[in-house]
């Protein structure tokens, strides 16, 4: 593969991304005014079922297309407003932010190897408990 090819397939992957994160987060607005919960058709269940892996390659868009259409309005939708009084989906924007700023923005604060969050419980909490002349 020449660089030209690699830049355009690139090029071509992170529009394909792009448009899956924009149809995905347009999608999201349809939930709360749609059903809480939103069975597959039969004839849709028996369309997976049969389902072989497929032998030759795809193209990107024709695969998220497809789990878009086959397979993402289906299913109980956890981020509907009346799904157990709103406990907010792993998928709902709140909680997508949150993880971004979790795993991106936590400053790399370490010690022995352990993340700053496992030193907030239990062991490594008390900075002065690891001092050998301290008395308890």
């Known amino acids: 593969m020449t660089s030209n090819e690699k830049r355009n397939d690139m090029e071509n992957f992170r529009e394909n991304v792009l448009n899956f994160i924009n149809d995905f987060m ?6 709360p ?3 809480i919960a939103n069975p597959m058709p ?3 269940l028996e369309k997976i079922d049969h389902m072989d892996i497929p032998q030759k390659e795809r193209k990107l868009e024709d695969v998220v297309r497809e789990m878009c ?3 993402l309005p289906y299913g109980n939708h956890s981020s509907h ?10 998928t709902s924007p709140p909680v ?4 971004y700023h979790n795993h991106r923005l936590q400053p790399p604060c370490r010690k022995r190897g352990k993340p700053a969050g496992d030193l907030a419980h239990g062991a490594g909490s008390d900075p002065l ?6 008395i308890s």
């Open 81 to 90: 407003p009346r799904f157990f009084g709103f406990v907010p989906g792993t």
């Open 69 to 71: 259409e086959d397979i």
């Open 26 to 31: 347009e999608y999201n607005e349809t939930i």
């Open 42 to 44: 039969k004839e849709k």
């Open 96 to 99: 997508m932010a949150g993880r």
């Open 33 to 35: 005014k749609g059903k």
């Open 129 to 134: 408990a690891e001092r050998p002349d301290r």
